[in-house]
């Protein structure tokens, strides 16, 4: 699919944005399934390149020059290639917390996209995004409140890595949880990690957070969780993110 995104208009209203991207990207999407419903949740979307390179290829040219205008920009093509694709259930977006200075005015790029492509805020979920190491828990959950408040959902990446810790959980409630896939990786095999995902599914139901593993590339992980009865899953098992479209799962293998 060649998709071009025109989001001058949009971003026009973001004085930060007026700096040009020296580099494009677009988008692959990786399914997250509902075992509970069957059915699919949403889909992560992941930056690339425009020629297929990699999340790294393009987030090695992101600088502090440049990085508030590639989360707004991030957000707008995000926006509108699920709009295209006609997805009809969650877009999961990652952003970047350091580039957000204010949370009412950088959102405002993002009512914007929504309104134009027709696409519902109340799908689209905000997580924090691998590559940034949070430099302030205060200023993240001030952003994941007014996030919140404005109907977005919201969810903590790759909890147990170090920069999404209990720290944060402490300052805020997301409504979602993504264990780090170094916890999931071969867990029905590794006691100690099946104690401390043990307690954290049981720390996140007392905070009403669902849980959603990630990283699942086994049979044997999946039915790990599915006894937990963490129903929320993403990974190689169900579906490789999909180059500018939605993979969809074949319900009969399991």
Not at 128 to 139: A, G, L, N, R, Y
Not at 144 to 150: L, N, R, S, T
Request: hydrophobic share 40%; net charge negative.
């Amino acid at each position: 699919m060649a998709t071009h995104f025109p989001i001058e208009d949009i971003l026009s209203g973001c004085g930060k944005c007026h700096a040009e991207l020296s580099f494009d990207f677009t988008f692959a999407f990786q399914p997250i399934l509902d075992l509970e419903t069957r059915q699919i949740f949403g889909y992560e979307a992941l930056v690339r390149g425009r020629q297929q390179e990699s999340a790294w290829h393009v987030l090695s040219q992101v600088n502090d020059q440049n990085r508030y205008a590639f989360d707004q920009a991030c957000r707008v093509k995000a926006i509108q290639l699920a709009s295209e694709l006609k997805l009809d259930s969650m877009l999961s977006i990652n952003f970047l917390p350091n580039a957000v200075y204010e949370p009412a005015h950088c959102i405002q790029s993002t009512l914007r996209a929504a309104k134009q492509f027709g696409f519902p805020i109340e799908s689209i979920m905000f997580e924090i995004t691998e590559s940034e190491q949070v430099q302030k828990v205060e200023h993240l959950t001030k952003i994941f409140d007014y996030y919140q408040k404005q109907g977005f959902t919201t969810a903590l990446d790759d909890f147990g890595a170090g920069h999404a810790g209990l720290n944060t959980l402490a300052n805020f409630v997301p409504n979602i949880m993504k264990i780090d896939m170094e916890l999931v990786r071969d867990i029905h095999t590794h006691t100690t990690k099946q104690i401390i995902v043990k307690n954290l599914v049981t720390m996140c139901n007392q905070l009403n957070v669902r849980v959603l593993a990630e990283g699942l590339e086994t049979r044997d992980e999946v039915e790990f969780f599915r006894n937990l009865n963490v129903h929320l899953m993403q990974g190689y098992f169900f579906a490789k993110p999909g180059f500018e479209s939605l993979p969809v799962y074949d319900w009969s293998d399991l």
